[in-house]
């Protein structure tokens, strides 16, 4: 079994910046970052800045590429996906592997609708506490990165390689037996957090502490335990209590990807959190009153600063 060698990110927000400095800095990886156009342009002038640190990553024009890449980490905002995987073909070989760490429950599928689901695997990240402002991330806790295949029950050759080029790069990582399930809990941690601290400006600290702020967060994770029952997957009031103890891991003044979507005036991934609650909620008669009445202010918000 080849080892990973070419390993591409696409998206350089504050995740697929931490997955580009981990990998650049082990030196028996090859690291470019995916990107066209302005983007390219301004990757190529700038660069990344992390933790403090200038990482001159190589950015790599997929229309110009001569060989194709061991691995692609995908680590974008939902809406930007779908333009985001034209044009990667020459980048895609029979051995090539994708790992998906975008919120939500629909990116893999959309991956391997263009690539083939056999080349994709499933992941989330938890409990990293990046801030991103323009080219420069900063965090404290590098948190944890799951993927797998759907069951992990026996582990494939793409598990066994990734887990092995992420131990090289030393990214803390784990492979569940029930990857379902686990994402399932990321999009139950990604509606209730993501969505109260936008509403309510809230850094993680508020919520290390302040009962109005967790109990908010809870209820709009019961909807989603709710719509996991409705649907067959194991998520139970456990899994909240399981949460806290990433929650209290969080820099206090560290924020969630959507506060610092809004404060910036970018579109937020309310849509595949509240707006994919309150659409299984409909199909499945489950009430989510919570995350119908975010969803709203959240869309106004939007209006208002996009």
Known sequence: MREIQRVAVLGAGALGSYFAGRFYDTPEFSTVLIAKGSRLEKL????????????PIPVLDPDHSQEPMDLIIVALKQYHLEEALQGLE???GDDTIFVSFMNGLESEECIGSIFGMDKVLHGISVGIDALRQGNQMTYTNPGKHY??????????????????AFERAGIQYETPEDML??????????????????????????????TNAQELME??????????????INLTERDIDEWY?????????????????I????????????GKVVELGKLHAVPTPFNQTLLQIIRVLEQNSV
């Open 263 to 274: 404060e910036a005036g970018r579109k937020t991934e309310v849509e595949i959190f509240g």
């Open 90 to 92: 020459k980048l895609v």
């Open 219 to 232: 209820a709009l994770m019961r909807e989603v335990i709710a719509l996991a029952t409705a649907q067959g």
């Open 147 to 164: 993927f797998g295949e759907l069951n992990n029950a026996e582990l494939s050759q793409k598990v066994r390689k990734v887990q092995k």
């Open 44 to 55: 190529q002038r700038d660069g990344l800045e992390i933790n403090g640190k200038h990482y």
């Open 245 to 261: 103890p990433f929650l209290h891991g969080l820099s206090p003044q560290g924020k969630t990807s959507m506060l610092q979507d």
């Open 181 to 210: 399930r686990i994402m399932w809990w990321k999009f139950m941690i990604n509606v209730g957090m993501n969505q109260a601290s936008a509403v309510m400006r809230a850094p993680y600290g508020i919520f290390h502490n302040n």
